[in-house]
């Protein structure tokens, strides 16, 4: 099993849409979580944090379920902007940090 | 926040023959990394760079493959060597510092091997 799951994607969905991406993490050690955003062709930069009470920013929520072992991404009223692919990352303090293969959306008009 | 620097950008390279990628960061960092990141795939992990010593390579990459140098806290190479069409990739360079929750990265190296 891989250290780091997401969903396969593409996700297409309609500028507008709610939009949300899972990640499942294997060690249960961890102790900080991330999502990155890499736009096609650019590298990958943090999007925000995800804490243990979850939190927002702005059009993005992100929550933590550490008995499940699970991280997600919610995405309100999606723009064409969004369109990228979604890294979730995962880290023991003071080691690697560990990238899932990430999700890809394309938001339509 | 830091701004990493790399070059060359891309190169088409022959087979059997090296190169070395340059990563500069603008400020002193605790934590340097090489990644390769295949087309539509996510980033592999090659391995740390450590300051003054011998790089930390992760399963499946050896130093005689991809030496990597740290001369001081803001400077780092990677030499692909003997190349093949195999290692064509993006090369990305990374930095952290220490008890930090932002991991930054260069731009990248888009590296063709004919």
């Known amino acids: 099993r891989k250290e780091v799951e997401q969903d396969p994607g593409p996700f297409n969905v309609p500028e507008g849409a709610t939009v949300a991406f899972n990640c499942t993490y294997s060690?249960?050690?961890?102790?900080?979580f991330f999502w990155y955003r890499q736009d096609c062709r650019k590298e990958p930069k943090l999007l925000m944090s995800v804490y243990s009470s979850g939190n927002e920013d702005g059009r993005f929520t992100a929550q933590l379920n550490r008995a499940s072992q699970y991280i997600s991404l919610l995405i309100r009223d999606s723009k064409l902007s969004d369109s990228a692919t979604y890294l979730c990352?995962?880290?023991?303090?003071?080691?690697?940090?560990?990238f899932g293969p990430g999700t890809r959306l394309s938001v339509l008009p | 926040s830091a701004v990493i620097s790399q070059k060359p950008s891309r190169d088409i390279c022959q087979r059997g023959t090296s190169l070395t990628i340059q990563c500069q960061v603008d400020s002193q960092v605790t934590m340097m990394f090489w990644y390769r990141q295949q087309p539509g795939q996510s980033l592999t992990l090659i391995a740390t760079?450590?300051?003054?010593?011998?790089?930390?390579?992760e399963s499946g990459f050896v130093i005689d493959k991809f030496p990597i140098s740290r001369p001081n806290l803001t400077f780092s190479t990677l030499t692909v060597s003997n190349m093949s069409p195999e290692d064509s990739s993006i090369y990305l360079c990374?930095?952290?510092?220490?008890?930090?929750?932002?991991?930054?990265f260069g731009p990248g190296t888009r590296l063709t091997v004919l």
């Open positions: 990352v995962v880290a023991y303090y003071g080691q690697n940090f560990v």
């Open positions: 760079a450590n300051q003054g010593s011998e790089a930390t390579y």
């Open positions: 060690n249960s050690a961890s102790q900080s």
């Open positions: 990374s930095a952290r510092t220490s008890g930090s929750n932002e991991q930054f």
